[in-house]
């Protein structure tokens, strides 16, 4: 594109800043606008055909992250180049420019022009070689640390930990060793296996027997294609590509189905690549098999939650929530099995084991994942909130669709569809689902409807990821968690689980005794009197010694470490 045909959008709140700006593009032939405002630069570029944008983060009112959300909802802007120049820049906001597509960042406080018009030209360029999409190229003041992304090296931060091809061969233990995980980008080699994951062959046969039935329409084909997170990801990612251009992104199952047709349909279904058999044997094979099944118990039962207008997104964000484990299940292969052994033992959750095993944090992957299968922010967003607030803790309050995408994915564990032994378990509390009817998820026809679409996709014969164990266990629960309780259902799934009413009725049963109680309420002060009893919470304890034969865990839990607490939990007497 040469200097004269593109248009540059400048967004900046300070006025001399932005008009030295508009001052350099004109000298170097670019036509460009200015806009002191968010609104402002709303304004025009819904009337003029924008290049490109040159954004300021921080503003009064709405920022330039706001800014740029909304530009990435929309189907025209998702591709537009945008250059951030600010004053300062922190890491939860670089984060946030990562996963918004941002690759330049440049800091006022030492403004190379040059630079500038480089970074100007080459991503005007369509020629040009794209940077890396796992790193943001900072310009920063001489003199400051760099790290090989550019950005001053956060703290803890080991600027020698070795890209992913170098760490897939060392022992878990060894890399562990390296730190600094959560800093590292993901390599170039994982970012070029992104658009390779494999669905499950059996939905791809469905399709093409249903194809070949007289009279089939696209109703029939989105109910298999629904099956399977990677063929439900594929139709979505063509759907909002150049070749459909649409007004608005694409954010429903059946909504892609009708913008591509029949025939592309069945193309994009049968020319993607298809997990083999020899893909399925040893427990690599049963936890991908086992991710599969969790996705699609967790897009139902999102739905069943859902509003009546938001069904059909809430479906496919819970089918395509976990998709990061699967890709990554399939990438790692049978490098996969010594570290699944090794957090295990550990006592690891499988977000932890992944990040590990990956050398990048597993929250990453989702963006990376959602950003190349063109997912719309409607559904990309709240997964990306899960993945950050739910599996990696960070300090970022999630909104209402990531909360009840976490309710589903455990609700759906407490039917027997965890996504591995090592993914984590909780109870819910009434505050999460305030008015809504979650005890008719969970009942023998959900449960039925799930085997159903499990047996007709040919994976009902793998083994449960559940093991059985042979210890009785007594549960009693304090009202402030609701029923159905995912705990209990998964307790249920592995042993003979009995619910007592009364805390104090635990001390009847000659069994394994849990007791799911809050630090600080009445229930708490008396666990002593049904000890031994293992207990589950959510609040942080208190410094205060626990009672001779009380012990605890907090929620949420990886199941495979409460599984093994139960076994070798002294039963009451």
Not at 54 to 77: C, E, K, T, W
Not at 353 to 379: F, H, K
Request: charged residues 25%; hydrophobic residues 40%.
């Amino acid at each position: 594109m040469k200097a004269t045909d593109a248009m540059i959008l400048v967004v900046d709140d300070d006025p001399d800043f932005r008009e030295s700006i508009g001052d350099l593009l004109g000298e170097n032939g670019y036509e460009y606008l200015l806009a002191g405002s968010s609104p402002q630069a709303l304004e025009f570029a819904s009337r003029q055909k924008i290049s490109m944008c040159l954004l300021d983060v921080s503003m009064p009112g709405v920022d330039g992250i706001q800014l740029l959300r909304y530009f990435r909802s929309r189907h025209v802007f998702r591709l537009l180049p945008v250059i951030v120049i600010t004053a300062g820049v922190r890491m939860e906001a670089v984060q946030n420019l990562l996963k918004l597509g941002v690759r330049d960042v440049m800091l006022k406080s030492k403004f190379p022009v040059n630079e500038l018009l480089e970074m100007i030209a080459k991503r005007l360029n369509p020629n040009a070689e794209p940077p890396s999409r796992s790193q943001v190229a900072v310009v920063q003041p001489s003199g400051a640390p760099e790290s090989e992304s550019g950005l001053p090296p956060p703290s803890g931060f080991d600027s020698d930990l070795p890209g992913l091809g170098s760490i897939r061969n060392q022992t878990p233990d060894s890399k562990r060793e390296h730190g600094g995980l959560d800093a590292h980008p993901l390599s170039s080699d994982l970012i070029a296996s992104l658009g390779s994951m494999r669905a499950f062959s059996g939905i791809t046969d469905a399709l093409i027997s249903a194809a070949s039935r007289p009279g089939v329409s696209l109703s029939d084909l989105e109910l298999i294609v629904k099956r399977d997170p990677v063929i439900a990801a594929r139709m979505v990612q063509t759907a909002n590509s150049a070749a459909f251009v649409r007004g608005a992104p694409v954010t429903k199952v059946e909504e892609a189905l009708r913008v591509l047709g029949f025939t592309n349909v069945i193309h994009i279904a049968t020319s993607g690549a298809i997990l083999r058999q020899e893909d399925l044997v040893s427990e690599v094979g049963d936890d991908l098999v086992s991710i599969w099944k969790n996705c699609l118990a967790t897009g139902m039962i999102s739905e069943m939650l859902a509003e009546k207008a938001d069904k059909p997104s809430a479906f496919l964000r819970g089918l395509l929530h976990n998709l990061p484990s699967f890709f990554a299940l399939q990438f790692l292969g049978s490098d996969w099995l010594p570290w699944r052994a090794h957090a295990i033992v550990k006592g690891w959750p499988l977000r932890e084991a992944i990040t590990s095993a990956l050398g990048c944090p597993l929250e990453n992957v989702s963006g990376q994942i959602l950003e190349s299968y063109r997912i719309p922010a409607d559904v990309a967003n709240p997964i990306l909130e899960f993945h950050e607030f739910y599996l990696a803790s960070k300090p970022r309050e999630p909104g209402r669709a990531a909360r009840m995408l976490d309710v589903a994915r455990h609700l759906a564990s407490g039917m027997g569809r965890p996504s591995t032994i090592l993914s984590d378990i909780r109870t819910i509390h009434q505050d999460e689902v305030k008015e809504l009817d979650i005890a008719s998820v969970l009942n023998p026809k959900t449960i039925e409807d799930v085997a159903i679409l499990e047996q007709s996709c040919n994976v009902s014969s793998h083994s449960s990821v559940l093991p059985k164990l042979n210890r009785e266990v007594a549960l009693w629960r304090d009202a402030r968690w609701v029923s159905p309780d995912p705990v209990e259902s998964l307790l249920g799934c592995t042993t003979d689980c009995v619910r007592v009413e009364r805390l104090e009725e635990l001390s009847d049963w000659n069994r394994v005794r849990i007791a799911i109680a809050e630090p600080g309420s009445l229930e708490w002060e008396r666990l002593g009197k049904v000890a031994p009893v293992l207990v589950l919470h959510r609040a942080s304890l208190r410094a205060e010694p626990l009672p001779a034969g009380v012990e605890t865990l907090r929620m949420p839990i990886p199941i495979h470490h409460l599984l093994h607490r139960i076994s070798i939990q002294p039963p009451g007497f």
